[in-house]
């Protein structure tokens, strides 16, 4: 499984982050999420999963 957060829609309200933060990581400059690997790591699918559910802008994408 692969996530994504797209720079352009991302509002940088940080759920992502507090549903998963192993995954997504906040920038300080501006509070963007951001992944260090796209690649999810085994068994963290589901959480990857929630936080894009739960993203209010829609800006994450697994797949
Ligand atoms: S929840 Fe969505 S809008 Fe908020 S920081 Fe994460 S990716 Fe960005």
Known sequence: MK?????????GHGVCHMTAPDLFLLRDEDGQAYVEREEVPPGEE???Q????SCPERAITVD
């Open 3 to 11: 996530v994504r957060v797209d720079p352009e829609v991302c509002q």
């Open 46 to 48: 589901g959480l990857a």
């Open 50 to 53: 929630l936080a894009a559910d």
